[in-house]
């Protein structure tokens, strides 16, 4: 805070009842290696000692009573002096050389009119921090691809004031998403400039219940404001601690287990599968051996009745044949009386009656004998 009277760069950071966060962001405004700029602590209806705190710490104090960050960024970006407005948030911490950096890329007229970066959190569940930085790059390269320039955050950007103020400023109407309307319109007017290597290190209380259920806040208010150009949601919940929700525990939760599950089903379907082939292999020769049992089985049992059907022909034929030779002795004495040529001509009569009887005897016993078989 070298420079109030005529600094170059004005830091507007707006407040709502921050007096747990704002102490660092102010911290960190101090140990900025470049000294020619002035901060401004928009107080927006603070009912805790934001305004004490912020006075304390240098900063000019402007106080604004219609509610909402897009009033309260208007208001500071009005009272500042400098050529350059840089902005952040009441709980982000800024590298030493933000306003450095800042200062060279507006000093280089290259037609800038904007030039900002990203964030990472320093607070919230592990899994939400370690990802955020590597995916927040390549969330907004998409969102340039919609829309044709880069959204710079509220939470790390600069612009210049004269532009600024030809573009007719913030949206107040909104109570989120400001930021991202403000710069498309200065695109109209210059380049605007999106460093990814521009950090600044901010609270992750909007991530308290994890990526996923912050992303369902931002993402369809991104979109609808995008493609239909109206905002989804018109604004979020006031959060002012950054104690973790067990929620935020509930997603990695899921996805391990998912990824556990996923992956032991997995291996006891390649396990399966594995034995599953050598066990039908296995039931398939059981099934060949069976067969060909069953069929020995069946051929066995059926030369068995053949036996068994021959064996009662012959024991019919030869319970037969005594009757029919005592039947014939019977009859050939009857017959003795008779010549010789009449008497063979009647035996050999008698004889094929008596075998074609006999056969038809045969056939119906053994008929009867399978039957019953």
């Keep these: 805070m070298k420079n109030r009277r005529n600094p170059l760069i004005s830091i507007v950071i707006p407040a709502f009842n921050e ?15 470049y000294k020619n700029f002035e901060v401004i602590v928009v107080d927006n209806n603070s009912t805790d000692k934001t305004a004490h705190i912020a006075l304390r710490g240098g900063a ?15 208001k500071g970006f009005e009272c500042a002096r400098g050529e ?19 200062a060279a890329k507006f000093s280089a007229k290259r037609n800038v009119v904007a030039y900002g970066g990203l964030y ?3 607070s919230g569940p592990l899994l939400t921090r370690m990802l955020f930085p590597r995916g927040a790059y390549y969330a907004w390269k998409l969102e340039k691809r919609w829309t044709g320039c880069w959204i710079l955050p509220g939470a790390n950007m600069a ?11 913030f949206n107040t109407n909104l109570k989120m998403g400001e930021d991202g309307e403000l710069s498309k319109k200065l695109s109209r007017y210059g380049k605007v400039v999106l460093d990814k290597k521009l950090i600044v290190a901010t609270s992750g209380r909007r991530y ?30 006031p959060i002012r601690h950054e104690s973790i929700s067990p929620i935020a525990y509930a997603w990695p939760l899921a996805v391990v287990l998912a990824a556990a599950t996923v992956f032991t089903h997995g ?19 059981g099934a060949q051996k069976a067969g060909a049992g069953a069929d020995a089985f069946l051929d066995a049992g059926a030369r068995n009745v053949d036996l068994r059907v021959d064996r009662g022909v012959k024991d019919l034929r030869w319970n037969f044949h005594p009757a029919i030779k005592q039947r014939l002795r019977r009859l050939g004495n009857l017959n003795n009386g008779r010549p010789k040529n009449e008497r063979a001509k009647w035996q050999g009569k ?24």
């Excluded at 612009?159 to 400023?169: E, H, I, M, P, Q």
């Excluded at 009887?357 to 053994?366: C, I, L, P, S, T």
Aim: glycine residues 8%; positive net charge; proline residues 2%.
């Design 208 to 237: 308290r219940k994890g990526f996923w259920a912050a992303a369902y806040g931002y993402v369809p208010n991104v979109v609808s404001r995008d493609f239909f150009g109206k905002n989804y949601k018109n604004e979020l919940p």
């Design 267 to 285: 291996a006891i379907f390649a396990r399966a599968a594995k034995f599953g082939g050598s066990g039908a292999e296995r039931i398939y020769l």
């Design 19 to 33: 007096e747990h966060f704002l102490a660092r962001t102010l911290a960190s405004v101090a140990r900025q290696d």
């Design 159 to 169: 612009v210049l004031k004269n532009v600024f103020l030809k573009s007719g400023g």
């Design 120 to 122: 990472k959190l320093v």
């Design 350 to 373: 008698m004889a094929g009656k008596n075998e074609r009887a006999e056969m038809k005897g045969q056939n119906e016993r053994a008929e009867n004998f399978i039957f019953h078989f």
């Design 84 to 102: 350059i407005i840089a902005t952040t948030d009441a709980d982000t911490i800024l590298p030493e050389n933000w306003l450095s950096k800042i």
């Design 60 to 74: 000019k104090v402007v106080f604004e009573t219609r509610a909402g960050v897009a009033y309260a960024r208007q």
